[in-house]
């Protein structure tokens, strides 16, 4: 008898996190003139992480501290967002202004999303009329 091995969404494993996008300006940013800072985890299908990492230690404001600290901006200066997954679902949280097609595009490439086709996008931005979490200065 013989078997059938298939690869099975639930069986890959997935990058999610925090980012920035850093531009000189908005109009870079819109443009597409922008660098993609990224801080990945490998999890599982369900959003369960796959290696050890310390959540406390991966806000934007710890990651920015330790790592950019003598940028002279606050982390806030560049528009920033997070990736997460849950149950096969990817959420893309940001300011509501950076959901364009080339920073969306940006963000799953970064994060190696595009193959995995089978999993369900959801961007999630707060409206720019009551104010961001991800407000940002650029």
């Known amino acids: 008898m013989n078997s059938i091995n298939e690869a099975r969404k639930e069986d890959e494993l997935y990058y999610e996190g925090p980012f920035w996008i850093k531009a000189d300006t908005y109009k870079d940013m819109m443009r597409g003139n922008f660098e993609l800072i ?3 985890v490998l999890v599982n ?5 796959q290696e050890h990492y310390n959540k406390r230690e991966f806000t934007h404001k710890k990651l920015w501290a330790k790592d950019f600290s003598d940028s002279g901006f606050e982390y806030y200066h560049y528009p920033r967002g997070r990736v997460n997954i849950y149950k096969g679902t990817v959420y893309i949280n940001l300011h509501s202004k950076c959901n364009t097609p080339k920073v969306i595009d940006a963000i799953i490439k970064e994060y190696k999303l595009e193959k995995f086709s089978q999993l369900d996008f959801e961007i999630e931005y707060n409206d720019i009329s009551q ?5 940002f200065e650029i």
């Open 131 to 135: 104010g961001s979490h991800y407000n």
């Open 38 to 40: 990224a801080y990945k």
């Open 45 to 49: 299908y369900d959003g369960e992480p």
